[in-house]
């Protein structure tokens, strides 16, 4: 069964720029998560969707935003692009109704 | 307001004794709690779980007890092994508005020696 995957591995962009970053939840996972750690810092909860809605946010700003697709893969895009959004962006997904998630890979961020 | 801490930084052990890591919450509302492995430049994978109606959780070499009272878990790796080196995260849950988030610890990283 294939795990939870991510794209791109890395990414790199500028101040002011917008990233893209995207998730494919395991087969049958109806729930995506996303994550930021950032360097030296713990993994901080950015947002959850489930059944195409956002269910719940972390303590971000507006400009980090998201959406699930009806194949329940998601997008997470970040504007205005500072040089702390550097980090690993990590998307994780679980089943409805269960608490365990997930995790894929990760995705690179890196902000000139 | 870190409301999960693992307040060990690192732990070694040599091969073939016990890895214990300890994680402390604050949050009274967490109701379910997790540990995860992490090799560096990759996602955390899940190990066990426990859900808070229960105080022991065993899946092979791990073992997970809680004593609520203490608002205290722990991981119990028995025997460590080389391949367990890596960094180890507790995560907590809760219902109600924080439902969906997992609250991570700072990490343990374990060094298992041959």
């Known amino acids: 069964e294939a795990g939870v995957t991510q794209s791109p591995t890395h990414l790199i962009k500028t101040r002011g720029q917008q990233a893209t970053l995207r998730c494919s939840p395991i087969?049958?996972?109806?729930?995506v998560y996303w994550y930021q750690q950032a360097l030296g810092l713990g993994l901080q909860f950015l947002l959850w969707?489930?059944?195409?809605?956002?269910?719940n946010r972390g303590n971000f700003p507006p400009r980090f935003s998201g959406r699930q697709f009806p194949n329940y893969s998601s997008e997470l895009n970040v504007n205005a692009l500072e040089l702390e959004d550097s980090a690993l962006y990590l998307c994780?997904?679980?089943?409805?109704?269960?608490?365990?998630?997930?995790f894929g890979p990760g995705t690179r961020l890196t902000v000139l | 307001d870190q409301q999960v801490k693992q307040n060990s930084p690192s732990l070694s052990v040599q091969e073939g004794r016990i890895s214990i890591l300890n994680c402390d919450y604050t949050?009274?509302?967490?109701?379910?709690f997790l540990w995860y492995k992490k090799y560096p430049a990759e996602g955390p994978t899940f190990l066990i779980s426990?859900?808070?109606?229960?105080d022991k959780n065993e899946d092979g070499r791990f073992t997970v007890f809680l004593n609520k009272s203490a608002k205290h878990l722990s991981l119990h790796i028995v025997p460590s092994q080389p391949g367990d080196s890596a960094v180890y995260f507790c995560?907590?849950?809760?219902?109600?508005?924080?439902?969906?988030?997992?609250?991570f610890g700072q990490g343990t990283i374990l060094t298992v020696h041959p």
């Open positions: 995560a907590a849950s809760a219902g109600g508005t924080s439902y969906g988030k997992l609250t």
């Open positions: 426990i859900s808070s109606i229960k």
């Open positions: 087969s049958g996972h109806t729930s």
């Open positions: 949050n009274s509302m967490f109701d379910y």
């Open positions: 969707y489930d059944e195409g809605e956002e269910r």
């Open positions: 994780a997904s679980s089943s409805q109704g269960t608490d365990t998630q997930y």
